[in-house]
């Protein structure tokens, strides 16, 4: 499975951006799928994972309320909603998936655990 995000840009803070994740296989078989972001000099982070069903979802306290994560298993995409941009959300946003990884908070914050990778889309909120 190949992953590929898209949806990043330019943006004022306040503003809004959807950004998506096309997988070029079936993703009805990831468990989970979950999106992280990498703000320059920092560490990767999780942003937020959402189970195979959808049913359940996870973020990360600080996009709680502004971001929402979905799937469409039948279109093999992810698509990560992101609202209320603020310039700490700048980082370069990336698409993560695994067939294995279970749908618990302290299982999908890991990035480690994740097998597939998509190549990552530049995010920037200006003040």
């Known amino acids: 499975v190949q992953l590929q995000a898209s949806g990043g840009g330019l943006v004022q803070a306040g503003g809004s951006l959807r950004l998506s994740c096309a997988a070029s296989?079936?993703?009805?078989?990831?468990?989970?799928m979950g999106w992280f972001r990498q703000a320059p000099g920092k560490e990767r982070e999780f942003v937020a994972a959402i189970s195979w069903s959808g049913g359940s979802t996870f973020y990360a306290d600080s996009v709680k309320g502004r971001f929402t994560i979905s799937r469409n298993n039948a279109k093999n995409s992810v698509d990560l909603q992101m609202n209320s941009l603020k310039p700490e959300d700048t980082a370069v946003y990336y698409c993560?998936?695994?067939?294995?990884?279970?749908?618990?908070?302290?299982?999908?914050?890991?990035?480690?655990?994740?097998?597939?990778w998509g190549q990552g889309t530049l995010v920037t909120v200006s003040s």
């Open positions: 296989g079936r993703i009805f078989s990831m468990n989970v």
């Open positions: 993560a998936a695994d067939r294995e990884l279970r749908p618990h908070y302290v299982e999908v914050i890991t990035s480690d655990k994740y097998a597939y």
